[in-house]
């Protein structure tokens, strides 16, 4: 059992960085297209 506690933290921990770069990929396409809107 404890084998895979520690498994499953790592895949937490893998989950959350994957999030936060798509999130941050997502922001930074947002702010792109806003500021080609903007400049138009």
């Known amino acids: 059992m404890s084998k895979n506690n520690e498994h499953d933290g790592m895949d937490l ?8 770069v798509v999130g941050v990929i997502i922001v ?3 702010v792109v297209v806003y500021m080609m809107y903007i400049s138009r």
């Open 13 to 20: 921990r893998g989950t959350l960085a994957s999030v936060m």
């Open 28 to 30: 930074v396409m947002w």
